[in-house]
Nanobody
Framework: QVRVVESGGGLVQAGESLRLSCAASGIGFSIDSMGWYRQPPGKQRELVAVIPSGGSTNYADSVKGRFTIARDNARNTVYLQMNSLKPEDTAVYYC???????????????WGQGTQVTVSS
């Protein structure tokens, strides 16, 4: 019932910046947590950053100090500002949303289709 769509990926050179956006849409839900994951070529999907409805944000050590995650609750949107990009940041970036239906109590999860980020040197 909740759809997730990412945008903002592209091809950039090392040292440049990108901002990814992720919008969740549907009817009768409330979001608990939103996060970004990435999957480099030939590797497993890994956590990049997560921002809960309440509490501290969390970042992978590899992106701490360079990436910033933020939410716009009115628009059910999460952003990932990526600065000082490195070739090792190259991956497909996925947005994850954890939510509850208005009529339910169980936490559910939805994933976007991903957006490609490629960083060249």
């Amino acid at each position: 019932q909740v759809r997730v769509v990412e945008s903002g990926g592209g091809l950039v050179q090392a040292g440049e910046s990108l901002r990814l956006s992720c919008a969740a849409s549907g009817i009768g839900f409330s979001i608990d947590s939103m996060g970004w994951y990435r999957q480099p070529p030939g590797k497993q999907r890994e956590l990049v950053a997560v921002i809960p409805s309440g509490g501290s944000t969390n970042y992978a050590d590899s992106v701490k100090g360079r990436f910033t995650i933020a939410r716009d609750n009115a628009r059910n949107t999460v952003y990932l500002q990526m600065n000082s990009l490195k070739p090792e940041d190259t991956a497909v970036y996925y947005c994850n949303v954890e939510y509850k239906l208005t009529i339910g109590t169980m936490t559910r999860s939805s994933w976007g289709q991903g957006t490609q980020v490629t960083v060249s040197s």
